[in-house]
């Protein structure tokens, strides 16, 4: 039997404020179909242009709302509390300058158990706890900001899409059980209905994800209604979708991600310091080197001897630049260049096809696209020309955050502290799954 060695909570108050259901703010959407299954395509929204930030100057922002100067609103946020235009809910907000987010501490009881744990971790010497330093955001102490006429306080982390160009983000959320156990009856409930097909499966579900689709240059953003009818076969495909799968899966990418869980998995496995309750494993990556990796695929294709052929980044650009013999038109859009999974004598080696496509005034969408795509295009190959892309630039990330609900086992345990094995089951699978995906990139 367990008891609460925390003082005695008030009753568990609703949060008024509204998680994300969607995304803050796009100059464009769009339900146009895409290269993903029905069912993706029936959730998610396009962005055709990179989401931007709301802020001061946004008339839509109640005055509740008003962000203090050196502050925007966090634009790739894909799961939590938003800013929600027309009401006084407060989100996350990120500092123009110093490569930080600023996470609403909420509820005070919430908060102080999100703040103990960060001031803790900072502090330890334990050597069970402190391999959990590299698993997290840097934290960088807290602050209360004016929002409107509130002071707020916000807890400060290193901003995990700081100087990712095309940020990809997942956010997964770890254990069938997602309540803490000072949650009401009522609470329990809710958590208890929600993304079931997922939770009560594979032990995770995915409240948020986006991800910047190769193949058409845009946004995809898919909110919690999309992960909660997800289910065991689904969360797969919704992973493929994050990792740009239709574009080529990425071994690098995949095997980055994965050291990244297979540490933590490992920790998981033996430490019994914490209960993680709904806390998540947010995965960052940039589609940008992505597709500079996969670009380099392209240019060395097989010969049909299996030798390798090469092509210079000098050579591509002119090939790209040239106009190819059914597109002496193309800036009026008839010819389009696609990456694709088809296979080029081996399997993995993708090969650029060339295709004509027919567009009519009414197509102003794909129109749209296929200039983004082609900037994108254009933008990689310079890179590629002057090597400004860092090739040493960290460009993945695999991180646990959210710890309002993190408890120390020895505040809920009388007895034997065990391993977590709410959030273990959940790291098994996932790990399972990236495991899955890693031997289908051959
Ligand atoms: N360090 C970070 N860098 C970049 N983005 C982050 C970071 N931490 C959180 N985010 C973004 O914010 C979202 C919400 O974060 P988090 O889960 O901590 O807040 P929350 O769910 O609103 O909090 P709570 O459940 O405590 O109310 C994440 O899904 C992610 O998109
Ligand atoms: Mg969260």
Known sequence: MSHLKLPPLPPYQKQQRKSYAGF????????TPSPTSNFATSFQLI?????????????????????????VTMDHQVAGHTFHVGTEEIGMLKSVDDGSVLKPAGSPMCAAREIKFYEQLLTTTDKDI??????????????????GSKAVNFIKLRDLTHGISEPCVIDIKMGRRTWDPLATEQKREAEEN???????????????LQTHHIASGTYKKFGKEYGKKLNQNTVKEALRLFLN????????????????????????????????????ILIIYDARKLRQILEAKVRTPTTPD????????????????KPNRSSSNSLRGSGESLNTLEASGSPTVPKTVYRKIQRSHSSMNNYEQEMQK?????????????????????????????FAHTFNNNEISDGQPTVDKNYLDGIEHLVEMFEELLKQCD
Not at 252 to 258: A, G, S, T, V, Y
Not at 309 to 318: A, D, G, I, T, V
């Open 47 to 71: 962005v055709t242009a990179p989401t931007s930030s709301l802020t001061n100057t946004n008339t839509k922002m109640s005055n509740d709302q008003k962000i203090p100067v050196g502050f």
């Open 374 to 402: 082609m900037k994108d295009n254009y933008t990689l190959m310079l890179d590629n020309l002057v090597g400004v892309y860092d090739s040493n630039k960290e460009w993945v990330h695999v991180k646990m955050i959210d």
């Open 130 to 147: 402190l391999p959990l330093r590299d698993f997290i955001a840097e934290y960088r102490g807290t602050q209360t900001l004016a929002v």
């Open 194 to 208: 929600k993304y079931v097909g997922c939770k009560n499966t594979v032990g995770f579900c995915i409240p948020g």
């Open 245 to 280: 799968a239709d574009s080529g899966l990425c071994r690098q990418l995949i095997m980055q991600i994965l050291t990244n869980l297979w540490a933590i998995q490992k920790w998981i496995r033996t430490q019994k310091v914490y209960q993680f309750y709904s806390s998540s």
């Open 24 to 31: 803050v703010r796009s100059t464009s959407v769009q339900s």
């Open 306 to 321: 299996g030798e390798i052929r090469s092509e210079s980044p000098l050579n591509s650009l002119q090939n790209q630049l």
